[in-house]
């Protein structure tokens, strides 16, 4: 059952355009230890606001450096966040995530803040007006899958062209991405901001950027998507707000995804400009291709351009491009190895360039940047490698996203024994793609682990369980699948388990990643003795 905008931002003002914020405005943020959450209370910080937030989960991967930059934050629900004791505003405005809002419109700041007369927006739309304060050009990256590593690879691009952008991105950047200590967002000099734009319940409708990166147009989130016509037709509405502040907007299309294929067409009355990337096989495949695209595709203001790349894998699962459609390269570029393993990330370093290629970025810091970005947290982070047991914690928690990152790293440790280690996120995911979890965790791995679900956004958690998915994993005749439980006695459990030769891959959004740190701990503890 599907539930509408309005819905999951119940009590929130309607998207809109960003406005600068009056310097000294108070703010508090609830659900600060979300990534969009820390994100907002640290841009609209360094935008002049007086900041707060509380979350009743405590402190998450993402609050050191909210609090290292000085805001405090509470560990739990209270009216006395918004009110004083008289019930007057302390607060000019209160952001909120969706998360919070879509499952519990009357948390206690919420109520006193309508009480009151306290406005009360989205964090994305906090980003936005914190993008408004500094007049900055918005750079968007959207689409199912592959944003977090793309925004982060974008960041490393025009650092690489030595600009000095501002950054949220929904992964923790490195120090040497983020400025100085680990965190989704980047404060720069340079008025230039990109962001993570994430489709749930409109979460990216108050960016207007100048160049929008659409990755792909998976049907994701069933609560609040039917199908994924859905999905594209979000994207469709999205991309018609673009504002290139007098010029024509630029659309980045990852040509070779059926959701974008079905959305380009709707698209050929748009006046903005279309630039398509697409990956092939074959060197002598990539002039036909750019010549299909532009012939396919067009807006109202003429046929598509295109930045196409012949892939190769490398030893190790490393992809290596031939890129051409730049402009100022003479014919193709040099071939660069990536870094980052798997297929799937050759199409999110096309996205990146494409971004960087409409933002004016020259060929050779492109090339440069491509081959030197190592990736951003919990995406095929290596988190220690004990004893012969390799553990990788990974973000993953779509079927389609599962099955590129096991290819990944089948590619990277061929004849080991791995482990697919998945924590679901949300239950009403889980329930409307049991089946497909499990064909892909069933057939892509070699033993198969159920934590618990974790729980966000979901009205009902009877529908579905970890034991229900390890039964279907286990009915499919592939690997065998447990659900031990919670995810520190998921932890417990692998440490049991594993082997010397083992690969663990750990997945899922919520807390999988202390099922990660903890096996590491406990192999660790096992080696010294």
């Known amino acids: 059952m599907t539930r509408s905008l309005e819905e999951i931002a119940r009590g929130l003002e309607p998207s809109r355009s960003g406005r600068a914020i009056p310097l000294g405005e108070r703010v508090h943020v609830l659900g600060a230890g979300g990534a969009a959450a820390s994100a907002s209370l640290l841009l609209a910080a360094a935008a002049g606001a007086r900041m707060s937030g509380c979350d009743s989960s405590g402190p998450s991967l993402y609050t050191p450096?909210?609090?290292?930059?000085?805001?405090?934050?509470?560990?739990?629900?209270?009216?006395?966040?918004?009110?004083?004791?008289?019930?007057?505003?302390?607060?000019?405005?209160?952001?909120?995530?969706?998360?919070?809002?879509?499952?519990?419109?009357?948390?206690?700041?919420?109520?006193?803040?309508?009480?009151?007369?306290?406005?009360?927006?989205?964090c994305q739309q906090l980003i936005a007006d914190a993008a408004a304060t500094r007049d900055a050009r918005l750079l968007a990256v959207s689409g199912t899958h592959g944003k977090s590593t793309t925004t982060g690879w974008l960041v490393h691009l025009l650092l690489a062209d030595g600009q000095d952008p501002s950054a949220f991105v929904g992964a923790l950047m490195p120090p040497s991405l983020a400025g100085g200590v680990p965190s989704v967002v980047r404060i720069g000099g340079d008025p230039v901001l990109v962001v993570e734009a994430d489709e749930y319940g409109g979460n990216f409708d108050p960016y207007h950027p100048a160049i929008g990166v659409l990755l792909n147009a998976d049907w994701d989130h069933p609560d609040v998507?039917?199908?994924?016509?859905?999905?594209?037709?979000?994207?469709?509405?999205?991309?018609?707000?673009f504002d290139g502040a007098g010029e024509p907007p630029t659309l980045v299309a990852g040509a070779d995804d059926q959701g974008v294929e079905e959305l380009l067409p709707r698209l050929a009355d748009w006046a903005g400009r279309l630039l398509l990337t697409s990956l092939v096989d074959d060197e002598e495949d990539v002039e036909a291709r750019r010549r299909g695209l532009a012939g396919d595709h067009a807006s109202a203001l003429g046929p598509a351009t295109s930045l196409v790349a012949s892939v190769s894998m490398a030893a190790g699962g490393r992809a290596r491009l031939t890129l051409h459609g730049i402009d100022d390269a003479p014919g193709a570029f040099p071939s660069v190895e990536l870094r980052l393993i798997g297929r799937h990330n050759a199409f999110d370093a096309l996205g990146a360039a494409g971004a960087a290629v409409a933002h004016g970025v020259p060929a050779a810091a492109i090339v440069d940047g491509l081959g030197t970005f190592e990736g951003v947290g919990r995406r095929l982070e290596l988190k220690g490698d004990v004893g012969g047991v390799v553990v990788l914690d990974d973000f993953g928690h779509h079927p389609t996203a599962i099955a590129a990152t096991i290819a990944a790293v089948r590619l990277h440790y061929p004849d080991r024994r791995l482990w697919a280690v998945y924590e679901p996120l949300t239950f009403h995911r889980t329930a409307a793609m049991l089946d497909a979890f499990a064909d892909v965790l069933a057939t892509a791995a070699d033993r198969v682990v159920v934590a618990d679900i974790f729980a966000v956004r979901d009205p009902d958690t009877s529908i579905v369980s970890a034991a229900d998915l390890a039964q279907a994993v286990t009915v499919r005749g592939g690997s065998p699948a447990v659900a031990p439980g919670s995810v520190e006695e998921t932890a417990s459990y692998l440490a049991a388990q594993v082997k010397p030769n083992d690969v663990v891959l750990v997945l899922g959004g919520g807390r999988s990643y202390v099922i990660a740190d903890r096996l590491v701990e406990a192999l660790r503890a096992r080696s010294d003795t």
């Not at 739990?76 to 966040?81: F, G, I, L, T």
């Not at 952001?95 to 206690?108: C, E, G, I, R």
């Not at 199908?227 to 707000?241: L, Y």
């Open 65 to 122: 450096a909210v609090e290292g930059a000085g805001i405090p934050l509470a560990w739990r629900h209270d009216p006395a966040h918004v009110v004083d004791s008289e019930g007057s505003a302390i607060v000019d405005r209160i952001a909120v995530s969706k998360a919070l809002t879509s499952v519990n419109p009357d948390l206690p700041e919420l109520v006193a803040a309508r009480k009151a007369g306290i406005a009360a927006v989205s």
């Open 225 to 241: 998507f039917a199908s994924r016509a859905d999905v594209v037709a979000a994207f469709e509405r999205w991309i018609r707000a």
